[in-house]
């Protein structure tokens, strides 16, 4: 069986001042599949980290909707097609964590007042995530919005009258179990109740027997290409997880941020049309 590798990210868009934290999330994952850990506690510490961490869009630091609001989704996924995800979801420190109980239900996605209501039964204690930081990045995209300051992938907003930053990570184990997370606080330039790509199964993340994979950017047209999924489609069809990740890049716009990490049986692969913080013990010939 091949050894265990990781593969962690910030964020499509993130900066080198965010290596730091992929690699602690990624360093702490490797911990648990060196002791023989499975891919899915690896994931979910990882996540944890990246959600803990107040620089990154997820958990602690999201950023808000335009009313105010952190609402954040999450998600994960293994290679028997186990998921749990939540959108929406407020008040609560690691949605990562309230997506994995969800995995214990008949259910795939609560979103919500009602996921919020989930984590509250589940044990999940009342969290406020907004941070000075996110609030005055909330106020700046109000000001962007007011006087048409766009990026182009936001330009809808001047008839109306989202930056990208979701954390993830995709891990396999010594048993060759796989496993895919990611967690965000969304975009900019958020409508209250809007859900992106990352609780999405097959666009923001998936898993099956053949690799894991996990996506980051603008959730608007990750969805719309079915992102992870396609990924994994190339994985499964025999390519590397690096080419794969590659190629499913290409049909999307320059000026749309988007990026993608997987693994799979023959090594790992990370891809971004922006510079996105990212982290794997995977060696070069494994990518």
Request: glycine share 12%.
């Amino acid at each position: 069986m091949p050894p265990s590798l990781i593969v962690t990210h910030c964020g499509s868009a993130s900066g080198p001042d965010l290596i730091d934290g992929a690699e602690r999330a990624g360093r702490a994952a490797l911990a648990i599949l060196e002791r023989g850990g499975r891919a899915i506690d690896a994931v979910t510490e990882a996540i944890v980290i990246l959600e803990d961490d107040p620089r990154t869009n997820a958990g602690t630091g999201s950023r808000l909707r335009i009313d105010g609001r952190a609402q954040m989704d999450a998600s994960i996924m293994t290679e028997d097609l186990s998921a749990g995800a939540v959108a929406a979801i407020e008040d609560v420190k690691n949605p990562i964590l309230v997506a994995r109980k969800v995995m214990d239900t008949p259910h795939v996605l609560l979103v919500g007042r009602d996921a919020t209501k989930f984590a509250r039964k589940a044990g999940f204690r009342y969290y406020d995530p907004i941070t000075p930081e996110s609030r005055e990045r909330w106020r700046d995209s109000l000001r962007r919005i007011k006087t048409g300051d766009l990026p182009p992938y936001a330009e809808k907003w001047r008839e109306f009258g989202g930056l990208a930053g979701t954390v993830g990570a995709v891990a396999r184990d010594s048993s060759g179990g796989l496993c895919a997370g990611s967690s965000t606080g969304g975009t900019a330039f958020m409508m209250a109740g809007r859900v992106g790509d990352t609780p999405v199964l097959g666009s923001g993340i998936y898993c099956g027997p053949e690799g894991a994979v996990s996506a980051t950017g603008v959730g608007e047209e990750i969805v719309k290409r079915v992102l992870a999924k396609s990924v994994y489609d190339r994985i499964a069809a025999g390519k590397r997880p690096q080419a794969a990740c590659e190629d499913a890049l290409r049909p999307f716009k320059k000026t749309v941020p988007v990026g993608v990490i997987a693994v799979g049986e023959d090594g790992a692969g990370e891809a971004c049309n922006r510079d996105m913080a990212w982290w794997t013990n995977a060696p070069p010939r494994a990518r």
